[in-house]
Nanobody
Framework: VQLQASGGGLVLAGGSLRLSCAAS????????MGWYRQAPGLERELVATITRRGSTNYADSVKGRFTISRDSAKNTVYLQMNALKAEDTAVYYC??????????????WGQGTLVTVSS
């Protein structure tokens, strides 16, 4: 299963960006999908996750500013980022966990998309 992320770029502080991540391959079902980020010199951290039923979880640092959503028919997860801050600058990675058509569990990561917030 492959994940393709897109939507990163350069934005001024206070601006918005929308990230997308599409899963493809031998997918039977996807359970959890999520976004993580890694800033230079720091460890990868959770940003937001969404379950198959639509339950969401956010890092405290992004609550009220970021919104995660998914289109299960398209195997795609989105991250709407508003009121961006310089500290949101990082490479953003998407993640998906589920079951393949061969009845094997999978956990896949996207290639990462760079978000740079200029102050």
């Amino acid at each position: 299963v492959q994940l393709q992320a897109s939507g990163g770029g350069l934005v001024l502080a206070g601006g918005s960006l929308r990230l997308s991540c599409a899963a493809s391959g031998s997918i039977f079902s996807i359970n959890d999908m999520g976004w993580y980020r890694q800033a230079p010199g720091l460890e990868r951290e959770l940003v937001a996750t969404i379950t198959r039923r639509g339950s969401t979880n956010y890092a405290d640092s992004v609550k009220g500013r970021f919104t995660i959503s998914r289109d299960s028919a398209k195997n795609t997860v989105y991250l709407q980022m508003n009121a961006l801050k310089a500290e949101d600058t990082a490479v953003y990675y998407c993640n998906a966990e589920g079951m393949t058509t061969g009845w094997a569990p999978f956990g896949s990561w996207g290639q990462g998309t760079l978000v740079t917030v200029s102050s």
